[in-house]
């Protein structure tokens, strides 16, 4: 059965040859642009029911429970730092670990609402795991019926609806499925490592996030919605550029996402979204075309469409295109803007650490001489355990999500925060955090917590209960290991055809803009690309297939 392929394709401007960047037009940064009076006038709304909210509420509840808590300041809480863009928001996150070294939990305000910070990792695996019914939610931002494409998805969907649903799909990541799709996914990372080799023929630098941004929207194209693009000589796809547009959260963007969060009624009367009719519109569309086609024609693909037209619901329905769309939706913005930012660590550090490179390259080497004709296969992709290791230590020192949250939907007590406290009992719609970044890089947990050290994730010294980059207990990121395959199976054929190392545009040591919300380097993650064939020429002899 082959690929249905849209035609995408949009009239591009020409762009000297010889740019860096020939395939990705320079783009204007939205965020530091002036905001609109429609934006300016609902940040200031905004603001004053901040203001509002923080006088209303006892800034001071954390001291009567006996919560040891920093004292907030008004309406930005304890987020002034990140807010006023003087810190980048996981640097910060993990330095107010830090400030609570002997306690089990603290108090914290995000803005002005309070949040109780879980630092213990036996009472985290306790909450979120053994006591997983009495947070099961995550803190919503959208109004689910206004903006359902972010409201019901699996990743917002609460209680039974979300057990539902996630039943439904977990399936669909199961080796078996994942080695059913295994092929699909081979073809994207053939295509790009292809055409990254013809173009850095003669060594040149290229942003590599926008690179795995193409990369990951070609894979979650076809393994979603069951149609295939190719999004590095087709830059201007509509498929792409609606996903560039739905993650851009632009000022405006995250003013409403303020909203949602803090007043969700008023959001709700207000007709607020977080993005406008056109990506729903357009899923919509590829959703029900796909559908209509397949049961006509008889088509069977292993794609997430297929399992979600295959499945039923706990009464035997089938779910509507609709619902498909939503779960779709939210898989691809994972894998637009997620999968493409792990990528993007994990190729920094193979370029930047010579000694992580070699040992990198002797296992993809060593990969392809067990492959029958040179064919790439699930079995040995999946064993290639240092690779692995690289992917698992990057996200223990750069984790992407800054925190983790649950919210409270039965009374629960928690024990005390340190000998001589009292417990403290968290009612029904209370928030609680977990930190990844300050666990990653708690020196309790991990010997030389600051070294990179791939090893520990191959000698047995991470404990689970200490190491969270996906999440934590049953609302873990069910693509997780689709993502770790979807990067192992990129850096295998990139590996093999090129050398990547540092240049002068990348960030050494790797820090983290303080502008964005966003795990970026102040100047983006660039990087430089010769083939193999070429650097065989130039030292003089053959490329071959050995490792120097």
């Given amino acids: 059965m082959s690929d249905r392929r849209y035609d995408f394709s949009r009239a591009r401007e020409s762009v000297p040859k010889g740019s860096p960047t020939n395939y990705n037009q320079n783009r204007s940064d939205k965020n530091s642009a002036e905001m609109d009076p429609v934006t300016t006038a609902l940040a200031v709304g905004l603001l004053c029911l901040l203001a509002y909210r923080f006088l209303s509420i006892s800034t001071t509840s954390f001291g009567k429970r006996g919560v040891e808590y920093t004292k907030p300041w008004p309406i930005v809480g304890n987020m002034a730092p990140v807010l006023f863009r003087r810190q980048f928001i996981g640097d910060y996150i993990r330095n107010v670990y830090f400030k ?30 053994k006591n997983f019914d009495h947070f099961t939610d995550h803190v919503g931002f959208v109004n ?6 972010m409201g019901k998805n699996l990743f917002a969907l609460r209680g ?22 295994f092929k699909l996914i081979i073809d994207c990372a053939e295509k790009t490592s292809a055409f990254i080799a013809e173009e850095s023929k003669k060594g040149r630098d290229w942003d590599m996030q926008d690179i795995f941004k193409r990369y990951a929207n070609d894979v979650v194209a ?17 498929f792409y550029k609606l996903g560039r547009e739905s993650i851009s959260f632009s000022t405006w963007v995250s003013v409403k996402m303020m909203m949602g969060r803090n007043f969700p ?45 295959d499945s039923r619901d706990k009464d035997g329905k089938r779910l509507t295109v609709d619902e498909m769309t939503n779960q779709a939706f939210v898989f691809f913005l994972g894998g637009f803007d997620t999968t ?33 004709e040179g064919q790439p296969t699930y079995d040995v992709i999946r064993d290639m355990a240092y ?13 992407i999500a800054s925190f983790l949250d649950r919210i409270c ?140």
């Fill in 100 to 129: 609570f070294p002997d306690l089990k939990y603290f108090g914290f305000y995000n803005l002005v609402a309070p949040i109780i910070v879980i630092r213990d990792p036996e009472l985290i695996t306790s909450i979120a795991v």
């Fill in 265 to 309: 009624t008023i959001s709700r009367l207000l007709g607020i979204k977080l993005f406008g009719s056109k990506p729903r519109e357009f899923f919509t569309k590829i959703v029900a075309e796909t559908t209509r086609m397949r049961e006509e024609k008889g088509i069977h693909r292993p794609d997430m469409i297929q399992l979600m037209m």
């Fill in 222 to 238: 076809t393994t979603s919605f069951g149609i295939a693009v190719d999004s590095l000589k087709d830059p201007d796809n509509e």
């Fill in 409 to 548: 939907v039965k009374e629960f007590e928690l024990p005390p925060a340190k000998p001589g406290a009292k417990s403290v009992t968290v009612k029904p719609g209370e928030s609680l955090w977990f930190l990844p970044n300050g666990l990653h890089h708690d020196p309790k947990y991990y010997k030389d917590a600051e070294n990179f050290r791939p090893e520990r994730f191959l000698n047995g010294e991470v404990s689970p209960n200490t190491y969270m980059p996906f999440g934590v207990g049953p609302r873990v990121c069910i693509a997780n290991r689709f993502a770790m395959m979807e990067a192992k199976i990129l850096f295998y054929h990139l590996l093999r055809n090129c050398v990547i190392e540092p240049c002068e545009k990348t960030t050494v040591p790797l820090k983290f803009s303080e502008k964005s919300f966003a795990v970026v380097p102040p100047t983006g993650y660039w990087l430089n690309i010769r083939t193999k064939e070429d650097e065989s020429v130039a030292n003089g002899h053959v490329a071959n297939d050995s490792v120097a």
């Fill in 160 to 181: 039974d609806r979300w057990r539902e649903m996630r039943k439904l799909l977990s399936p669909a990541f199961t080796a078996a499925k994942m080695k059913s799709m």
């Fill in 144 to 149: 689910e019926e206004m903006d359902p494409l």
């Fill in 387 to 399: 690779l692995d290791a690289v992917i698992d230590e990057t996200l223990r020192i750069y984790p």
């Fill in 340 to 372: 493409s930012t792990m990528m993007c660590l994990v190729g920094q550090v193979i370029a930047t650490n010579p000694e992580i490179r070699s040992k990198v390259l002797l296992e993809v080497e060593e990969a392809h001489r067990k492959m029958a």
